[in-house]
């Protein structure tokens, strides 16, 4: 009896130590267990130089709606743009994404910001550090040891917050910080808790993001007695999705605006980047 006890013991451990490895080794975007899940030879050589993703499993790798070459070259959109076009101010110089924003894409980020599957969060920040790669590539070709002052996530609004627990934005800021070792400043405040914006129509959207955000003058005041450097002020905003460029222009000009107002003399030059354009 005590001998049928103790193997019984054995057979359930060894059951959930292989339902925990299992686990460990499942594929964070569509949970299948998999064996050593790691990319064969010829689905890395498709994806971007370098691309990391070495934790999710082929059918999802080969489901990312990776950007290619782009037609905009303000807002990184792979299609024609009449946005940017009808644009007349621009307080951003240029926005660079890593892939379209399809119904894989909807769902992946559905996962990591509304059920707060934080194992989601690696293998975006693979994706987004690949749009930071290319603003990175460009701006270094045109401006050898241009360098990142703040990496500045867009912010959600008290409310989400204490609804989700967590800004999206914020978390992928911080993995992507903490692997290109740049400095993460949260210079933004949300004023107002927006209607939700995929049941506002397009004009709505544009509208509804000015004067959503506003700078956090004591982190602004710490950012700029912090400046060391000479030269124009770099500045990167980093967000989960750019839909028609209202929130990343609101968020430009009110950190920028903020922060001549301590350094009237100097250009603030601000770019953004986001893991999905739609
Ligand atoms: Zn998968
Ligand atoms: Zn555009």
Redesign the pocket.
């Known amino acids: 009896m005590f001998q049928y006890f103790i193997s019984n013991i054995r057979s359930a451990a060894a059951l959930i130590g292989g339902l925990l490895s299992e686990s460990a080794r499942s594929c964070p975007l569509c949970r299948t267990p998999a064996r050593g899940i790691q990319l064969k030879a010829d689905i890395r050589a498709s994806l971007p130089a370098n691309a990391a993703l070495l934790g999710i499993c082929r059918a999802c790798a080969s489901e990312i709606p990776w950007i290619g070459p782009i037609?905009?070259?303000?807002?990184?959109?792979p299609d024609p743009?009449?946005?940017?076009?009808r644009r007349d101010t621009a307080h951003f110089i240029c926005s660079r994404s890593a892939v379209r924003y399809n119904d894989r894409i909807r769902e992946w980020l559905a996962l990591f910001k509304y059920r707060g599957d934080e194992r989601l969060a690696e293998p975006l920040a693979d994706m987004l550090d690949i749009a930071f790669r290319r603003l990175e590539a460009m701006l270094q070709s045109r401006m050898p040891g241009h360098r990142w002052d703040a990496v500045i996530p867009v912010p959600v609004s008290s409310e989400r917050l204490a609804e989700r627990g967590f800004n999206q934005a914020e978390r992928l800021a911080e993995l992507l910080c903490s692997r290109r070792s740049l400095p993460l400043c949260k210079l933004l405040h949300r004023t107002l808790h927006s209607e939700k914006k995929s049941l506002q129509s397009r004009l709505a959207r544009l509208k509804s993001a000015e004067g959503l955000f506003v700078a956090d003058n004591t982190a602004v005041h710490a950012f700029v007695e912090g400046m060391s450097r000479p030269g124009p002020v770099n500045l990167l905003i980093l967000d989960d999705i750019y839909t028609t460029?209202s929130t990343i222009e609101a968020c430009s000009e009110a950190v920028s605006s903020a922060i001549q107002r301590y350094l009237p003399n100097r250009n603030v030059q601000v770019y953004a980047v986001t893991l999905a354009r739609s």
Do not use: K, L, Q, T
């Not at 037609?71 to 959109?77: L, N, S």
């Not at 743009?81 to 076009?85: E, R």
């Open positions: 037609a905009c070259a303000v807002c990184g959109r743009c009449g946005d940017c076009a460029g």
